[in-house]
């Protein structure tokens, strides 16, 4: 927070610095590696207690932490002779440091420490401790979350202070208007929401205080109906969003701070939210805010205060200036599997040119065909039935797997396998994702008698099966795993011998549909556990 008002004694001003990419040092290579620093947020509101927070080191190799406190600032040049805080438990990573001089201000570092004796320090925070006299009793946001899922203010009123990350006309409500405030140091648990009318007319940088009653409402810690909204000064600075992964995106402590994911595939469209995945796990996008909303398929960069309902979460972008759509996507110019697949034998695109999206679930050097040329194969990201499609010709060079691309090509039956045939061009649009998980299947269902062409393209599993036959018509052999046999191919690039009686405990490959059977095919020997 910039030009912070001096009559406003008790803000507490936090900087952040985010922590650095995390190292191991049990790296023989890289043996002298500096531990992976934290992040620390310490807050103090209208006490003379400071509550200090910070991320924990993740490395195997991790000894210490040591929390500095100093009245001038620079700590990791000249920290103080003895910390306050040591603490050999990497996942103990508060303190609240008691007892300090009404409206003096202090400084807090956290040295890191490893099995080697190589530290790192996190950012430095200054913390201005409130003036005894003062008679406001404004609490932080936070306070007011309490570092728990439930706020410790539950039920009462209250009065807090912040800077508005989000403007009481920014997201679509029918019940009244949602505004979200931030400590100005930003961080976890320094986000709230306030809801009622009277927030309408705030506007992000707006430095309030504000009164209301903190209320649980289906687990989301707010501040309703709002009174004495106070505007003390306008075009503040706000805190950076937080970057995150998607898993990350799912966590309390994130709750109504402005956080940002990358690279996201869209999973799933909902009413009014869409599911997206970083290959980290995944969680959710709404839709209340003014946005151009993606389609399934699409990469996505998402940016906007973390919002909990309808018992998931939100990532909620307020505009356009908190979405990049970064190509793919079904509907318009470009297609889904499921599209193209049109949920029946034969494509409903048969015979057209079109442009598909998808994750690459096997690359050109997975599959090779008796002419020579290569296949790959695309899945909808979400998985699920019709959710495969096969790619065939020369023009594949380059892709892999994990790659979220557009592929334009041609649909064709060929001998009832639907297939994007002679690709003229493809764009990657990232990398690097993770791909859909194979259905399990007994292998009697993988029957041609059962007919399972709902799964043609899409990866399946069959486990703890025997070797029945070899040297079958057309490169096949069979498995079963007493349910009844399936039948196996040998496309893929994969060094195994199958010999009648083998067992196999787990048997993987993409549902490939030839000369009247289908068959599983693998990719290559990780396919195959024996």
Avoid at 149 to 158: A, I, L, M, R
Avoid at 229 to 247: K, Y
Avoid at 436 to 445: K, L, N, S
Avoid at 461 to 478: E, F, M
Wanted: aromatic share 10%.
């Amino acid at each position: 927070m910039k030009n912070v008002k001096w009559f406003i004694p008790f803000i507490v001003i936090t900087a952040i610095l985010i922590a650095v990419s995390c190292g191991d040092d049990e790296n023989p290579a890289n043996p002298g590696s500096d531990p992976t620093a934290s992040t620390l947020s310490a807050t103090s509101g209208t006490t003379n207690t400071v509550f200090a927070a910070w991320s924990m080191c993740p490395d195997n190799d991790f000894s210490e932490y040591n929390l500095y406190r100093s009245t001038t600032s620079g700590i990791s040049g000249n920290p103080p002779s003895t910390p306050i805080r040591t603490s050999s438990n990497a996942s103990d990573t508060t303190f609240s440091d008691t007892g300090l001089g009404w409206g003096d201000t202090y400084y807090y570092a956290v040295q890191t420490r490893n099995t080697g004796s190589n530290t790192s320090w996190s950012n430095e925070v200054q913390v201005v401790i409130a003036d005894s006299g003062s008679s406001s009793g404004y609490l932080t946001c936070y306070e007011i979350q309490g570092q728990q899922s439930s706020s410790p203010y539950d039920g009462q009123e209250v009065s807090v202070t912040g800077i508005v990350t989000t403007g009481g006309d920014e997201l679509y409500s029918t019940t009244g208007a949602y505004a979200f405030i931030s400590d100005a140091g930003g961080g976890p648990w320094s986000g709230l929401i306030i809801y009622g009318d009277s927030v309408a007319a705030l506007t992000r940088g707006d430095s309030i205080t504000i009164s209301g009653t903190v209320d649980e409402f289906y687990d989301l810690t707010e501040l309703t109906f709002p009174t004495d909204v106070q505007v003390i000064s306008t075009g503040h600075t706000l805190p950076d969003a937080i970057e995150l992964t998607t898993a990350q995106a799912c966590e309390e402590q994130y709750e109504s701070v402005v956080v940002s994911v990358t690279d996201a595939i869209v999973l799933v469209a909902n009413a009014n939210s869409y599911e997206i995945d970083d290959g980290s796990g995944s969680c959710h996008m709404g839709t209340r805010g003014n946005i151009t909303e993606p389609s399934v398929g699409d990469t996505v960069d998402v940016k906007g205060p973390l919002f909990y309902e309808y018992d998931e979460w939100r990532i909620q972008p307020r505009d356009n200036n908190d979405i990049t759509i970064n190509g793919g996507g079904g509907g318009g110019s470009a297609y889904t599997c499921y599209e193209i697949q049109g949920q029946q034998a034969d494509s409903p695109f048969n015979g057209q040119t079109v442009s598909v999206t998808g994750i690459v679930t096997a690359d050109p050097n997975d599959y090779t065909a008796v002419s020579g040329s290569t296949y790959g194969a695309l899945a909808d990201a979400g998985g699920g039935p019709w959710s495969g499609l096969l790619m065939y010709g020369d023009d594949l060079a380059g892709l892999q797997r994990g790659d979220s691309v557009t592929v334009t090509g041609v649909v064709d039956e060929y001998y009832g396998m639907t297939e994007l045939k002679y690709p003229i061009s493809y764009v990657v649009h990232s990398t690097g994702h993770t791909l859909p998980d194979p259905v399990q299947f007994p292998t009697g269902d993988l029957a041609t008698s059962i007919n399972p062409e709902q799964w043609e393209s899409v990866f399946v599993n069959v486990s703890n099966v025997d070797v029945t036959q070899i040297g079958l018509p057309y490169y096949t052999w069979a498995i079963d795993d007493g349910s009844g046999e399936c039948f196996a191919g040998t496309m893929g690039d994969f060094t195994y011998v199958p010999v009648v009686g083998d067992p196999i405990s787990s048997f993987t490959g993409l549902l490939w549909y030839a000369r009247d059977n289908f068959k599983i095919e693998p990719r290559g020997d990780d396919d195959i556990i024996l």
